[in-house]
């Protein structure tokens, strides 16, 4: 996957000024007594907002408090429900976050495991077992999402709430808006239930070809659960999508997908029915959320890919 595609995927959200960041990064190890940790060895960042802590922790800052406190409240659940999520370390008052430099911080006991590539190997095998990791997570959401307050998503209302407004002056072809549009009789027939809404392999972790954890749900919401299945195939699709081998892989590996969710959570006739509609409005929103974002370069290439989508949606989703 190329660089670009990896780092639209994380879709890290948080912006910090230069100035600011160097000084939270000197910071760092003073920062931890905060959390009743002064003794460490090596700390060194692993994203913009994050730093591991001798192998056994991430420090994040987090971003908007009822985000972090709704990631904060379904790591807890989930927890108790068997799911392997990172833990959140309190401070010595009990607190699950700290405030310091005019920002929340949190720390994460670290879950030791990589992220695999879906390519490598049997792609219809590792699809198999990612829809099944995807399934056995939406089994435990749907289990907790009565005791969480989250976000109820509306991708007909976002359509016209923001959107279509952030693509004035790049519009992709009228004939795939409306066809977004005419989504919405479908898409209200859809299970709706807690989803995690950012679910790629960049999320998941495995040791030894062995599943271990799955990472943030910082974009926790309801909505229609079939988005997390067809936004885990709509990211091993970027930078493959134009390559005839490669892409003979990826319908392998989301026929795998489509499997291994169907065998623990039955997909309904309308679900697979909307799956071409899913990847070209998940890539719609990802060009508009990068025009807002002033990443053009990086929405036009979404444009594409929403168009290619469009123009062979009905080879999408075939099992």
């Known amino acids: 996957m190329r660089a670009v595609g990896v780092a639209r995927r994380l879709f890290l959200c948080l912006i910090f000024s230069r100035k600011k960041f160097i000084l939270i990064f000197m910071n760092i190890k003073h920062l931890l007594p905060l959390f009743g940790i002064s003794e460490t060895e090596v700390t060194h960042q692993i994203y913009k907002s994050a730093w591991d802590v001798d192998g056994r922790y991430v420090l994040k800052m987090g971003g908007e408090l009822a985000t972090l406190e709704k990631s904060i409240a379904l790591s807890d659940l989930l927890l108790k429900e068997g799911l392997p999520v990172p833990g959140y370390v ?11 430099d005019g920002a929340y911080y949190v720390l ?30 939406h089994l435990a959401l749907d289990a907790v999402s009565d005791k969480i307050e989250c976000p109820d998503g509306n991708y007909m209302r ?28 479908l898409y209200r027939t859809l299970p709706r239930q807690l989803i ?41 699709l970027v930078g493959n999508y134009q390559k005839k081998k490669r892409l003979l892989l990826w319908r392998e590996l989301f026929r795998g997908i489509l499997f291994g969710y169907n065998e623990l959570l039955r997909l309904t006739e309308d679900e697979l029915k909307a799956i071409p509609h899913m990847f070209v409005f998940i890539e719609l929103t990802f060009a508009a959320f990068f025009a807002k974002t002033g990443q053009q370069d990086i929405a036009t290439s979404c444009i594409a890919m929403m168009e290619w989508l469009y123009h062979n949606r009905d080879s999408l989703g075939k099992r």
């Open 90 to 100: 309190r401070t010595p008052d009990g607190a699950p976050f700290a405030w310091a």
């Open 196 to 236: 995690h809404r950012d679910v790629h392999t960049g999320n998941l972790l495995f040791r030894d070809e062995r599943f271990v954890g799955y990472l943030d749900f910082d974009n926790s919401q309801i909505n229609a659960r079939l988005h997390d299945l067809c936004y885990l195939g709509a990211t091993a």
């Open 158 to 185: 976002e359509l016209d709430d923001w959107i279509l407004s952030n693509l004035e002056g790049m519009e992709p072809a009228r004939e795939v808006v409306d066809y977004c549009r005419r989504f919405g009789p």
């Open 108 to 137: 994460m006991k670290k879950i030791d495991g990589s992220h695999i590539d879906p390519y490598k190997g049997d792609p219809y095998s590792n699809g198999v077992t990612l829809g099944r990791i995807t399934a056995k997570l």
